[in-house]
């Protein structure tokens, strides 16, 4: 049996209707991506034979997986699809004997040598962390990381991140080697828990290409940046005339205080529909640092500023803007350009570093749903969850500008970490 994309934790503390939660999140999932564990380690055996039972309708009802943790009996009572075991529990050999051939049967680990000993004994996969930092598992010392899951995950069994997944890390799990992420809050807590499951699993990567800013015409084919192949139609449309009516881009520099002698750095600058106005908004005694990573636009964004003398062109990658390490901004600007990071709280992270005493950054993307104009809604980021990237790297929301007819603006600064 496959390990699914997605272990959904549950927790009756957090919500007490646990079954009511698990079918507003599996609602619309293709079969087979989630798993929902029972974990009620306080609940008596006969309640947790009763939870178990109303799960196992909601996950077969919608083609899902339903994991009961440490309780083999519970799980062979109720016709669970597996059973998760503690690092020094039963044999997973000996579980699945018990269960059947066909169930699946995970391990908690929390090192190389506990998932060496997991694939041994016969686990189909196993949890390992925590990845992150997380209140729930501070008392089991600091988080393994990123290296080490990678490690791990190099010994050929299919592994769960687990501890600090959200919305946001998630994909930096499965970058590291993760077949999948287990989560408690980020799907608990979700105002979305349907769309919440979904970016867990790995569903709206679509929108995590490569490439420059990505304001409007996606349509076409796309080359390995993300960007269409025809170059030239693509440089017409972000530089297009028209497209002042809706971005507003000098109203967008005047609200967010853009004046001489700023450093401003842009991110996924394109072909520099923006660093042309930063750069005389900044004027002579300021400075504009534009990022780019496609190198055929990269072409174009250096052919554009070229005649302007205050701005640095900069070739950044999708995981890094590769700036200078001594360089500080006034203000760090991203237009229509996040949803291309594979990890975006860590790349708001090595962008927070280069903030100024007094800095900001500054986040401009499209409203979920169809527009006239912009990327396709599964290409968007939600408000929501841009934040929570964001206070994943240390930053918070200072402000807001609403004016845009197609767009929010968020204005963010360092919070106390």
């Known amino acids: 049996m496959q390990t699914p994309a997605v272990h959904l934790i549950g927790d009756s503390a957090l919500v007490p209707d646990l079954a009511r939660a698990a079918d507003r999140a599996l609602a619309g999932l293709p079969p087979g991506t989630a798993a ?35 309780r083999l009996d519970v799980a062979a009572l109720t016709g669970a699809d597996g059973v998760h075991l503690p ?210 636009i990269l072409a174009r964004l250096r052919e554009h500023v070229e005649p302007l003398g205050n701005v640095e062109v900069a070739h950044g990658d999708d995981g890094d803007p590769r700036l200078d390490p001594a360089a500080r901004f006034d203000l760090v600007l991203i237009v229509n350009t996040f949803h291309h990071f594979p990890d975006g709280a860590g790349y708001l992270t090595r962008l927070r570093e280069h903030l100024a005493l007094g800095g900001r950054l500054v986040n401009v993307d499209f409203h979920p749903g169809e527009l006239p104009v912009g990327p396709p809604p599964e290409h968007k980021v939600p408000k929501e969850e841009f934040v929570a990237a964001a206070r994943s790297a240390g930053l918070e929301v200072v402000g807001e500008e609403t004016f845009l007819p197609h767009q929010y603006v968020l204005v963010l600064a360092p919070g106390r970490r």
């Open 36 to 70: 929902v564990h029972l974990r009620e380690k306080a609940l008596a055996g006969g309640g947790q034979v009763r939870l178990a039972s109303a799960l196992r309708e909601v996950t077969r009802a919608h083609g899902q997986l339903l994991l009961v943790n440490d």
């Open 87 to 296: 690092s020094a529990g039963v044999p997973p050999r000996d579980a699945r004997s018990l269960l059947g051939a066909g169930a699946l049967v995970g391990v908690s680990c929390h090192s190389v040598d506990d998932v060496r000993r997991a694939r041994a004994g016969g686990a189909d996969y196993a949890t390992f962390g925590p990845v992150f930092d997380t209140p729930s598992k501070r008392a089991y010392g600091a988080p393994v990381g990123l290296a080490a899951l990678a490690e791990a995950a190099r010994l050929g069994l299919p592994l769960v991140a687990l501890g600090g997944i959200d919305l946001s890390t998630a994909a930096s799990a499965r970058a590291a080697g993760a077949s999948g992420v287990a989560a408690i809050r980020a799907w608990l807590a979700a105002e979305d828990p349907a769309g919440a499951v979904r970016v867990l699993a790995g569903l709206g990567q679509g929108r995590r290409g490569h490439g420059g800013e990505m304001g409007h015409g996606h349509e076409g084919h796309r080359g390995r940046h993300g960007n269409p192949e025809d170059v030239d139609a693509y440089v017409a449309k972000m530089l297009d005339p028209d497209r002042d009516g809706w971005q507003r881009p000098d109203a967008l520099l005047a609200a967010l205080g853009v004046r001489p002698g700023l450093r401003v750095c842009e991110i996924g600058a394109g072909p520099g529909y923006f660093t042309a106005r930063l750069s005389r908004a900044v004027g002579p005694s300021g400075r504009v640092t534009a990022v780019e990573v496609a190198p055929e």
